[in-house]
């Protein structure tokens, strides 16, 4: 059963930063898709990024491109998302996901495991 734990989420004010980390119970420095995903109250789940822990190619939706940055950590088979300008169109709960269809792209169909989430509030 993979497990996936979501931390670094809170509040802050709107140009702030925050850094999320995804905490894996599988290998990353084998090859993964791992990718975050949000989704606002009364929204649908939307991606942000993912990354195949592989060779480390990244995916990103196109309206968060140059903001958010998606990387990992091998040794602490972790996946971090670094989320800088914030603004308060941000807030959601923010998800961990893995999965091992390639290539790897931030479409929730092709991951098979999730988090619970972290929440993140962006105030103005």
């Known amino acids: 059963q993979v497990q996936l734990v979501e931390s670094g989420g809170g509040s802050v004010q709107a140009g702030g930063s925050l850094r999320l980390s995804c905490a894996a119970s599988?290998?990353?420095?084998?090859?993964?898709?791992m990718g975050w995903f949000r989704q606002a109250p009364g929204r649908e789940r939307e991606g942000v990024a993912a990354i195949d822990t592989g060779d480390r190619m990244t995916d990103y939706t196109d309206s968060l491109k140059g903001r958010f940055t998606i990387s990992q950590d091998n040794a602490k088979n972790t996946v971090y998302l670094q989320m800088n300008n914030l603004k308060p169109e941000d807030t959601a709960m923010y998800f961990c996901?893995?999965?091992?269809?390639?290539?790897?792209?931030?479409?929730?169909?092709?991951?098979?495991?999730w988090g619970q989430g972290t929440q993140v509030t962006v105030s103005s």
């Open positions: 599988l290998y990353i420095d084998r090859t993964y898709c």
């Open positions: 996901a893995a999965g091992t269809t390639f290539p790897c792209r931030v479409v929730s169909m092709l991951f098979n495991y």
